[in-house]
C-alpha cells in the first residue's frame, strides 16, 4: 500500500486546511485510515481515524474543530481543520491498514508525512 499525502502549508491562527491522502495497491488490506501527527520534542499522537465500518475516533485536542471524512471509492481520507492554533503546528502522516487501534498504528502502512504549520 502506498499513501501520498497533499494539503500541508501555512495557515494563521484561526484559519483552515484540508490534508487527503490517497492510497494505492493492496487497498483490500485497509480497514481504518487516519491521520497522526508530531511536534519537535513531542510524541506522535492521534488526530482522526475513520474506519470502513463507519466508526470514527478522534483525539481529545482536535475534537470539534477537525472532521474525517473517507471516499472508499477514491481510497481517499480527508481531514478538513478548521480554527487551527499554533500547537496544531506538526508533521501530519496518513496512516492506512488493517488495525483501528492506535495501539497497532505501526503496523499500518504510513504516508511520508505534510507539514502543517500555524502562525499566531
Known amino acids: 500500500v502506498q499513501l501520498v499525502e497533499s494539503g500541508g502549508g501555512l495557515v494563521q491562527s484561526g484559519g483552515s486546511l484540508r490534508l487527503s491522502c490517497a492510497a494505492s495497491?493492496?487497498?483490500?488490506?485497509?480497514?481504518?485510515m487516519g491521520w497522526y501527527r508530531q511536534a519537535p520534542g513531542n510524541q506522535r499522537e492521534l488526530v482522526a481515524a475513520a474506519t470502513s465500518g463507519g466508526s470514527t475516533n478522534y483525539g481529545d485536542s482536535v475534537k470539534g474543530r477537525f472532521t474525517i471524512s473517507r471516499d472508499d471509492a477514491e481510497n481517499t481520507v480527508h481531514l478538513q481543520m478548521n480554527s487551527l492554533k499554533p500547537v496544531d503546528t506538526a508533521v501530519y502522516y496518513c496512516n492506512a491498514g488493517p488495525y483501528s487501534d492506535s495501539r497497532y498504528a505501526d503496523y499500518n502502512y504510513w504516508g511520508q508525512g505534510t507539514q502543517v504549520t500555524v502562525s499566531s
Open positions: 495497491g493492496s487497498v483490500g488490506r485497509i480497514y481504518s
